[in-house]
């Protein structure tokens, strides 16, 4: 009976914490993706990615507000599969990685949609200016990996505008669409 | 080198007239291009031209250096210290290019893509060697560009010198 008492104090004791703080998850670089796409003189797109970040989520379904994302940026790792274009795009004619050489979003609230997304609203620094976005976002899964670990996978997207980053518009190239893959290892 | 020639044969002479015409005219149209607008006509075409050219020049200065060593020429001219700085200088010339070159070349195949001579032939990339390869060696390709430049013009003021004030051979062997 005693034991009986113990087990189900420290369960429950367990249980509370849990059900309160969402689950922290460390982004594993190697199944995610941080992706761009710029419309390239309005005839078709250049797509391309940043190859180098790191970030950590929080999250627990039960508790979609208690959410947490955020992502840390190397702005040299641009890679858009030409290098002549990355030294141009890392250039102070565009991105300025030399002097801008970090980027990130840090999530100030996440919401539900209607539709069973997740609206991750954030501030996001890139080119030296910190501005404050929406990130529409959802979870694809979540689950126990083969390897002994939990994961669970979010993808989000938004526009930038250039002009609100201090970036020189040119031609049709006016925004930047990121999509954004994370796979997190639960802590 | 022989001491007894008054001048440069001539095919040290048409190497190294050609040699200046590409030092001058690779380092304009880089100096130009590197600020095209994106919507220029010439922002496909500068390029192109500049790697075309400079990659023959590549080829012309093997040549020369070849050259240079099974040919004679006339000695330098000047005072110890004016002979010793002209023998440097003209190392650190032939140092510069080679830097130019291979830097040049490091920007453009850091993707692994090769480098299209006039749409001749395709000299074939190598990929990266090191991290941010493009931006590096793209470093590299402009000062080492501004570095020759100089010296090449401290070269030419040095044989007008020589030629203006001690009225010596050192301008007209090259002539």
Known sequence: MKKVL?????????????????????????????NFKVSHLGYSFIQGRFNKFEGQFSYDDKNVAASKVSINLDTTSLDTNHA??????????????????????????????????????????FHGVTKPVVVDAKVIGQGDDPWGNYRAGLEGTTRLELADFGMNVKGASTYVDLDIVLEGIRQ | ?????????????????????????????????VDLSYYSEWYQTAPHWHKSF?????????????????????????????????????????????????????????????IAIFNWIEVPGLGSFIENQEDLAGQVHEYAAYILIGLSGLHALAALKHHFIDKDNTLKKML
Do not use: Q
């Not at chain 1, 429950?12 to 849990?18: G, I, R, T, V």
């Not at chain 2, 440069?8 to 190497?15: F, H, I, M, P, V």
């Not at chain 2, 001219?77 to 200088?89: D, I, Q």
């Not at chain 2, 010339?93 to 090769?114: E, K, V």
């Open chain 1, 6 to 34: 113990i087990a189900s104090v420290l369960s429950a004791a367990m249980a509370l914490p849990m059900s309160a703080i969402a689950a922290d998850y460390k982004v594993d670089t190697t199944h995610a993706f941080v």
């Open chain 1, 84 to 125: 002549e274009r990355d030294k141009h795009l890392k250039s102070d004619d565009y991105i300025n990685a030399g002097k801008f050489s970090t980027a990130k979003f840090v999530s100030t609230s996440v919401a539900e949609t209607a539709d069973g997304g997740l609206a991750i609203t954030g501030d996001m620094t």
């Open chain 2, 1 to 33: 080198m022989s001491s007894s020639l008054v001048t440069y044969n001539k095919l040290a002479k048409l190497l190294h007239w050609f040699s200046a015409i590409m030092v001058i005219g690779l380092f304009a149209a880089g100096y130009w291009m």
């Open chain 2, 54 to 114: 400079g990659l023959c020049f590549v080829v012309i200065t093997l040549g020369r250096l070849i050259w240079k060593l099974v040919s004679n020429g006339p000695s330098i001219e000047g005072s110890a210290f004016e002979k010793k700085a002209a023998t440097y200088a003209h190392y650190l010339i032939y140092i510069l290019l080679f830097t130019m070159f291979l830097s040049g070349y490091l920007i453009s195949t850091a993707d692994g893509r090769g």
